[in-house]
């Protein structure tokens, strides 16, 4: 039997190939298979490590300025055959940097993300791949795009600021002293999110709350979003704030749309056709894949989908694990997964149930009576 498996990141817990490594080691310990582990990501946490392992990238280790304001070690990709720089905005300014109290889309900032660019872009590097899932922000790339020159002032003159609370007090903008370098700069965005800048279905409204947005600050932000975009528009004479995308990682995708030389691109579809995972699939009997909650949200085109469609146009199975599964989870079944399980198999905290070791241990041992199963029944 050959088997492929092509499993998400479980956010802030295991990356895509550590799960992708235990699911591995669980089937060849209760069957005869032949496994290939494809790492993979949609644009969120995980993007560039998935890429870098399959497209035999480097990582360029950097400090920025993390989604508080503080100084962060991290890192992103170079492929040094294309010239190519892969970065994720996730590691840089995710929501998974961000706990307790500090979750406020009103204290984070993208200031890291126009730092990690500069950075590759002072190196030569000219094309750039970049994932903007998974973030903590909503300052409308305010932060990036201060980091790379634009001068944004509030209404005595002075500097607005760089985080999410400083985009209501923006009056004017100059992008004068722009670094030049970015006009040779051409941008490749993953991303699945086709939501506007502002309204019913703007980043404030539909993203704000899991980012720590309240009743009180999304209506702040919102409307903060809007008149941001009408001083940008009288200073660029673009509008990008009703694309698709442009509500994308809290604004960040308005910020590359009206900014920067940029091609939205579906994340997933992009991840699979960069790793070739069609040529991998092409005789696989078994695809397992999965993430960390499997919910209505999976349906509508993240990860798990993705290369469930892929795997059905070859005739493959397909089973997904999860650590949890959410509300509307079934509709999963009706887009290409043929069974899901949960890995958790006792009452346990969040907390716990993320804990690096435990969700190793759960993941293994359900994968393995899976496999029991198929060996049972075939």
Not at 160 to 171: P, Q, S
Not at 221 to 230: F, V
């Amino acid at each position: 039997m050959k088997i492929v498996v092509a499993i998400d990141s479980f956010k802030g817990c295991l990356t895509s190939y550590e799960a992708g490594m235990c699911v591995k080691d669980a089937i060849l310990e209760e069957m005869d298979a032949d496994v290939t582990v494809a790492p993979i990501a949609d644009g969120g946490e995980g993007t560039v490590e998935a890429l870098m392992r399959c497209m035999h990238g480097e990582e360029v280790p950097v400090e920025v300025t993390g989604p508080l304001g503080e100084k962060i070690d991290t890192y992103y990709g170079v492929l040094k055959d294309r010239k190519v720089a892969v970065m994720e905005m996730a590691n840089v300014a995710g929501i998974t940097m961000v706990h307790g109290t500090s979750k406020n889309p009103m204290n984070t900032t993208t200031y890291g993300v126009g730092e990690m660019i500069l950075h590759a872009a002072q190196a030569g590097y000219r094309e750039f791949i970049m994932g903007i899932g998974g973030s903590a922000t909503n300052d409308g790339g305010m932060g990036m795009l201060t980091a790379l020159g634009v001068k944004f002032y509030n209404a005595e003159g002075k500097p607005a600021g760089i985080f999410g609370r400083d985009v209501l007090r923006v009056a004017k903008v100059d992008i004068s002293e722009m670094n030049p370098v970015l006009k040779e700069c051409h941008f490749t965005i993953m991303s699945d999110v086709k939501n506007p800048l502002c309204g019913e279905m703007g980043s404030s409204v539909i993203f704000g709350p899991q980012k720590g947005g309240t009743e009180k600050t999304i209506p702040q932000m919102d409307e903060g979003l809007r008149k941001y975009a009408e001083i940008i528009k009288a200073a660029t004479g673009k509008d990008c704030s009703e694309m698709e995308g442009a509500g994308a990682a809290g604004g960040l995708g308005f910020a590359f749309l009206t900014f920067l030389n940029t091609t939205l691109k579906p994340g997933i579809s992009f991840m699979l056709d960069q790793i070739h995972m069609e040529d991998m699939l092409g005789d696989a009997d078994l695809v397992i894949t999965g993430e960390g909650c499997l919910d209505a949200q999976t349906a509508m085109g993240k990860t798990p989908i993705g290369v469930a469609h892929l795997a059905k146009k070859h005739g493959a199975k397909v089973i997904a694990f999860a650590g949890t599964l959410g509300r509307g989870v079934l509709d999963c079944n009706r887009d290409g997964i043929d069974a899901f399980f949960s890995i958790c198999t006792k009452p346990m905290s969040i907390e716990e149930a993320m804990e690096k070791e435990t969700a190793l241990h759960n993941l293994k041992r359900t994968v393995g009576q899976v496999c029991r199963l198929m060996q049972l029944v075939k």
